[in-house]
């Protein structure tokens, strides 16, 4: 279930916000990621301290909450909408430059298998799948070549 409208919108309104002000919290963090944020500013430079970087990632996250809570909201709106296992994997195979992309069939039938044997799996499992199966296949026909 999606958070409803006034939630989605006052967590938008929050960080669309330009008030200056700031509150002072605190948190219990692991050490070795204290540590390791503290190494990225230092060394690599990625934020002026630990805390802005730590207020960054916040707001990147959040951010990213929000998004996915409306696509969520939309597909329950639109369940004919959401993207089947077999389109993600499309997608990623297009994506990762594949020559898979180019045999949806195939990948379309290694989802249904894949879904049907595992049914968390991602779409990586999907072209694994794929790619197995055309693997198979091409040593079987160089077996039947060289008989």
Not at 86 to 97: N, P, S, T, Y
Request: charged share 25%; glycine share 2%.
């Amino acid at each position: 279930m999606s958070p409803d409208n006034d939630v989605i919108d006052r967590i938008n309104a929050l960080l669309d916000s330009t008030d200056p002000e700031t509150v002072n919290t605190s948190m219990r963090i692991p050490k070795p990621l204290r540590e390791a944020a503290a190494l990225a500013v230092s060394e690599l430079g990625v934020a002026p301290s630990a805390t802005v970087l730590a207020a960054n990632a916040l707001r990147t996250l959040l951010e990213i909450v929000v998004r996915e809570a409306v696509l969520e909201r939309h597909f329950e709106a639109n369940p004919e909408l959401r993207p089947t296992l077999a389109d993600l994997a499309i997608a990623a195979a297009e994506l990762d430059g594949s020559p898979l992309a180019q045999q949806p069939e195939l990948i379309d039938r290694a989802a249904a298998e894949v879904q049907r044997r595992h049914p968390g799996a991602d779409p990586e499992d999907v072209l694994l799948w794929a790619e197995a199966v055309e693997s198979c296949k091409a040593n079987e026909t160089a077996e039947k070549g060289a008989a």
